[in-house]
């Protein structure tokens, strides 16, 4: 299985402040070493290799994950806690799952 998350850098040069934030919770959760490639999506290049993901998979936010088990076609996710329980099978408590649900709406576009 291969997984690349997939973050964004803002037209300013900033980072994706929700990219900033599940970056930290896979570091925080013992995940990051699951992840086998860090692509950007860089709003300032339409062809940096995220901004290419993007379009291919038709993700209109970011952060996302794509994951491919070499089983027909990959699957994205786009909440963290939802790729977490279902790719990585980690404990995740229901409150931040919520919040995770929630903030969905808070993702930036891409």
């Keep these: 299985m291969k997984?690349?998350?997939v973050k964004?850098?803002?037209?300013?040069?900033?980072p994706c402040r929700k990219c900033a934030e599940v970056q930290s919770?896979?570091?925080?959760?013992?995940?990051?070493?699951?992840?086998d490639r860090t692509v950007i999506a860089d709003e300032r290049d339409?062809?940096?290799?995220?901004?290419?993901l993007a379009a291919q998979y038709?993700?209109?936010?970011?952060?996302f994950f794509i994951v491919d088990d070499g089983d027909g076609e990959p699957q994205v996710f786009t909440?963290?806690?939802?790729?977490?329980?279902?790719?990585?099978?980690?404990?995740?408590?229901?409150e931040d799952a919520a919040k995770d649900i929630l903030d969905s709406n808070d993702l930036d576009f891409i």
């Design 46 to 52: 339409n062809n940096s290799e995220g901004m290419q």
């Design 58 to 63: 038709e993700v209109e936010r970011a952060p």
């Design 8 to 14: 964004k850098i803002k037209v300013d040069g900033s």
């Design 79 to 94: 909440v963290y806690f939802k790729f977490v329980n279902e790719i990585l099978s980690g404990k995740t408590n229901e």
């Design 25 to 35: 919770r896979l570091e925080k959760d013992g995940h990051i070493d699951k992840i």
């Design 3 to 5: 997984i690349t998350f």
